[in-house]
């Protein structure tokens, strides 16, 4: 074996021959080391030339790989958005927020208009898949549930990742599902297609409140806010209406098509005209040299998302020891229930009763729906002179939240009077216009229930709010979605004039829980507040020294949690 040795100028060469480092030839390789080896002797220039050849196209084949790779990587980070840009969002110029705003106020049109679009095409989904009127309302209570649970998860990730990106990843989910619920052959796909949409189209409740904090400030939301809530509200008049005329001409999978359209659309918009407002600090302990200890501090940066999720659910679990919270949660659930005994009933109802086509069933639900804005209108504007009433009376400092809830007791009346309006009109076949006025009617007494308990959860719970928000919407949703199922069977069980009349009846006594917080929920509220300081600051006594000089600051620390539970209770309203 013969031994080949190196110089320093020959040594990358030898690096890249079946040679060892001492230079030998390992045994195997004899006869390919002679081979190169006789190569590198006759034609030893030609063998330096190739290598540089191939070291320089080996050099720019990398270097165009990492362009390239720099390349879609600032392009995926631009159309994603950039959490830590340096500027501020509130400092966008006024055509740039409306822009926002609009964007932001078409999402939250999706979430409303999903779950009423095809309502008027019930029958006809029914007879194409072949299942029962019950089978086909659990569409309906899947859409529900989830719609009441969804937006918590999506709250706690815009916060870690930003809202720009939730916003994408939520509308490609309602896009695959609506074409999904638009291909179904069965039920059981239905039902699981619904439920996936319903996560994604329940994302733009929370994150349209999200984008308008991080983008107005406090003085100037009002009309930021005015304009996001056109879309729940518009959600439940025109979703109908569009929805029977497409079952009556296009067919049922028709709608689920326009959901996937509206999705389509909103995420272009969202992809290329909305940018990324939530704005968070770089930790400087994560940008270090790469040293062990940046490795150990940046991995649980990993688990941020899952912390937190967890931070918005563990208030949630403390404000199930609160008294007033779980009374006005029973409130709220009782009523919630009842609607969705009723209104997966009405293209049914309709149809059998008027001989009605889907698109006139559509129509009919318009009365529901303007019944929902007028009341969510009229409502506030009641609280608000009730409120004013007792300032004045009582003086401002002896008003507490407990006052806010006499703001529902239009409530008591309207709605039992609204479902016995719509049993009895129904049960003997009076004009179509007499059940209309039954839901007109309810529904201005639905609103005139929900807003000023909503309004309460807020007032009473500083900080704290939106956990409350969260559990009245997530038990009633679930509740309500339970009661879906049943609805048909107990319709055609006993007929709409016993079922409405017991639901009247249910409401009647459930006047009382409210008023059970009337009388004992100030002090319930105070004791729990105490056991679990949980309550709000007391204000310093003129001989205390102030420790807290800035109530701005409490106010920037206490304002996206309050509004973003007012976001979510006018949402779940609808």
């Known amino acids: 074996m013969n031994t080949i040795t190196r110089s320093e100028g020959n040594k990358e060469h030898a690096e890249g021959s079946n040679l060892d480092i001492s230079g030998q030839i390992t045994p195997d390789d004899t006869h390919s080391v002679r081979t190169n080896s006789t190569k590198d002797h006759y034609w030893p220039h030609a063998s330096k030339e190739n290598c540089e050849d191939s070291r320089s196209s080996t050099v720019v084949h990398h270097e165009d790989n990492s362009r390239q790779r720099n390349f879609f990587k600032k392009w995926f980070s631009g159309m994603m958005g950039d959490i830590y840009a340096e500027d501020n969002p509130r400092d966008y110029p006024a055509w740039k927020k409306n822009i926002i705003i609009f964007i932001v106020g078409l999402s939250g049109i999706s979430g409303p208009i999903g779950s009423m679009l095809y309502m008027p095409g019930l029958t006809d989904v029914a007879a194409d898949l072949h299942a029962s009127l019950p089978a086909i309302n659990a569409t309906v209570a899947a859409y529900v549930a989830l719609m009441g649970i969804a937006p918590l998860f999506w709250a706690s990730m815009s916060d870690t990742f930003g809202r720009k990106p939730m916003y994408i990843f939520s509308l490609i989910i309602s896009i695959v599902a609506a074409v999904l619920c638009a291909i179904s052959r069965n039920i059981a796909m239905l039902i699981v297609f619904r439920a996936i949409q319903a996560c994604g189209s329940g994302s733009g409740q929370t994150l349209g409140a999200g984008v308008i904090a991080d983008t107005f400030d406090v003085a100037n939301r009002g009309r930021a806010y005015g304009i996001f809530y056109i879309g729940p509200l518009l959600g439940p008049v025109i979703g109908p209406t569009i929805g029977g005329f497409l079952c009556q001409f ?7 098509y326009f959901l996937a359209i509206l ?73 919630f229930s009842c609607l969705y005994l009723l209104t997966p ?67 008591f009346i309207l709605i039992p009077a609204g479902y016995l309006i719509y049993a009895w009109t129904t049960e003997k076949g009076i004009g179509v216009y007499a059940p209309l006025i039954g839901l007109f009617v309810y529904a201005l007494g639905q609103m005139s229930a929900f807003t000023p308990t909503s309004v309460y959860l807020v007032d009473s719970k500083p900080g704290r709010s939106a956990s409350a928000i969260a559990i009245n919407n997530c038990v009633r949703s679930i509740i309500g979605a339970i009661t879906t199922i049943f609805s048909s069977s ?31 929920g100030r002090r319930w509220r105070t004791a729990f507040e105490e056991r679990t300081g949980t309550g709000p600051q007391k204000p310093f006594a003129d001989n205390e020294k102030a420790t807290d000089p800035k109530p701005h600051e409490k106010e920037e620390v206490k304002e996206y949690d309050e509004e973003l539970a007012i976001v979510h209770s006018r949402m779940s309203e609808i």
């Open 490 to 520: 107990c319709l055609n069980a006993v007929g709409p004039g016993i079922l409405y009349t017991i639901l009247a009846a249910i409401n009647v006594a459930n006047c009382g829980t409210l008023l059970i917080v009337m009388i004992y």
């Open 250 to 256: 296009l067919g049922w999978r028709s709608s689920f």
């Open 263 to 335: 999705s389509g659309v909103l995420l272009l918009m969202v992809t290329f005209l909305l940018p990324e407002t939530l704005r968070k600090k770089r930790d400087s302990e994560v940008l270090t040299d790469g040293s062990h200890d940046a490795t150990e501090k940046r991995k649980p940066e990993k688990f941020k998302a899952l912390k937190n999720l967890s931070a918005a659910f563990a208030p949630m679990l403390v404000m199930l020891g609160d008294p007033t919270v779980c009374v006005i949660t029973v409130y709220n659930t009782v009523i």
């Open 345 to 411: 009933t009405i293209t049914e109802t309709f149809e059998n009763l008027y001989n009605y086509t889907s698109w006139q069933v559509g129509l009919c639900y318009l009365a529901f729906g303007v019944g929902l804005v007028f009341g969510s209108v009229l409502s506030g504007q009641y609280a608000d002179i009730i409120l004013r009433r007792l300032r004045k009376k009582r003086g401002p400092e002896n008003i507490y939240s407990e006052l806010r809830l006499r703001a529902t007791f239009p409530a």
